[in-house]
């Protein structure tokens, strides 16, 4: 269940499934029918059905093509992968697909902080003249400040930079269940509470400002935070590594093309607007499980039969469903299930006639600011993207990357009534006549977000005038159902070395299991949608390994 790119990696690895990749005692589970047990009965190929609730396969990953530009991507969710993602660069290379560098700027980006506006380049020399900061934390970069404050509860954490990532993951794995700080494990304090004890207090502002990730305020969970901090930010220093990729064509592409081999199999269907409402043990047969599905196309109820049960699925989609089952009634796995803090996320995108940013110097990367919009990133000119179009130079811009609160911020121009000042956006339709409306539709937003965005690029960009007008806009707000956030942050006090195991398969005794990008020790990346996935066919259903997985790869608990 779940057409995201856990879902589709699943029924990819599934499809492809064959008796000698299986273990035939391997998580037997008694009185149940293993993966084994069904190869052997349909002649070497499983039955598998992918069902997804939306039109389209991508779950969190959405490319949609731009208006006027054929060959840009906006990405609506998540847009970029680390080079030591070893699953995803091993399933991009395993499927074809075309990697590239996700740019990420140079000094002359901008920062625009207590309504000071300066280079990258001059951030060092000016943060102490912005912040009242102490001795020494001045002439640091934000990650820095950061890095400081951990060194003060692990020790020189940069010596994990040296290490393999295999030794470094499995040496963090024992200080996230031990490491302290006054007594206290790490996991039991909040990040925003380790920061704040660790930094002055324009200290930890100046991180919050110019880091441009609200998250540092949220009281997530420091065994975690300080794990993630540091799995990105050292492995920028490593001399091997690539940075930030993407795809051509779009990040979506990953799954996309996961779907697309999926459906060639024999016995592998996929089922869009489908909506699972309840799932049950049969009563008459518990190796058999009934599940129930809203057939959206057609308005009617669906019953379906299954041996095993897999949620692909986050935390908002599973909590939509039926509590009232026997899976749910269960106080271990609600408790398991809220361990986690869906974080809420908008982007928004403009589409320009011209790469007004180019005037300032600035052609890649992001600008951070301390106003609402927060994160805004530079895409390139469809004429830098195709040799064949020198003269279009239409243009991308992620005007707003902003999440935490967001409701609280952007709440009031979600509202679509009748007035003119808050109607939709009106699209310029002379720049491609013919596109399918549709795909902007929904995801149009309203005039008066527009408006309020183009106001404050005026004001970061320091262009009182000189910002034009968007021919097109996008909006994606990932806090709506049934996603409930854009990713996912461990809550203070929870164990996810005990959870995520516990979690992965939470009766012994029943074929039904969870796993995605929630429950996992890489939120917020793809990387740990796949990674909980192999988990539960490595270690549940006792597939082999891929052998385009290094077989020393940790996949965590």
Known sequence: MGGGVAGAYIAWRLGTATLQELDPGFARVPNETSLYELLKERSGRLRIHLYEQSDRIGGRLHSLRVRGMPDVRAELGGMRYHSTHQMVAGLVKQLGLVPKPFPTGDKNNLFYLRRHRLRSKDLLNANSALYRLAPHERAKAPADLILHAIERIIGDA????????????????????????????????GFW????????????????????????????????????????FLAEETEEALGYQTLEKGFDRLPQTLAENFKNFPNAHIFLRHKLVSFKQDPLNPRVIKLYFEDLEHHHTVQVNAYHLILAMPQRALKLLDQRNNFFDSEQLQRDLDSVIAEPAMKLFLAYKTPWWHALKIHSGSSITDLPIRQTYYFGAQSEASPTEKDNSNSLLLAVYNYGDIRGVWGKFFEKSNSPAQGLFEIDKTVEPGYPDRLERDHLP????????????????????????????????????????????????????????????????????????????????????????????????????????????????
């Not at 930079?161 to 494990?185: F, H, I, M």
């Not at 919050?208 to 975690?224: H, V």
């Open 193 to 232: 509470d380790v920061l704040a004890n660790l930094l002055s207090s324009e200290g930890y502002q100046f991180v919050l400002d110019a880091g441009g990730y609200s998250p540092f305020r949220k009281n997530w969970n420091a065994a975690e935070a300080i794990y993630w901090f540091l799995a990105d």
């Open 446 to 557: 309203t005039r008066a977000l527009v408006q309020a965005v183009q106001a404050q690029l005026k004001e970061v960009h320091g262009l009182a005038s000189d910002v034009p007008e968007p021919y097109t806009a996008l909006v994606q707000d990932w806090g709506k159902d049934p996603y409930g956030g854009a990713w996912h942050l461990w809550k203070t006090g929870a164990k996810s070395f005990e959870i995520i195991p516990r979690i992965r398969h939470p009766y012994p005794h029943r074929n039904v299991y969870i796993c995605g990008e929630a429950y996992s020790t890489e939120h917020a990346w793809v990387e740990g949608a796949l990674i909980s996935a192999e988990n539960v066919l490595e270690k549940i259903l006792g597939l082999k390994r891929p052998n385009w997985l290094s077989d020393d790869y940790y996949l965590g608990p």
């Open 158 to 189: 940069r010596r994990f930079s040296g290490e393999t990532e295999t030794v470094w993951k499995r040496r963090w794995e024992r200080l996230r269940r031990e490491a302290q700080l006054e007594n206290k494990r790490l996991y039991e304090l």
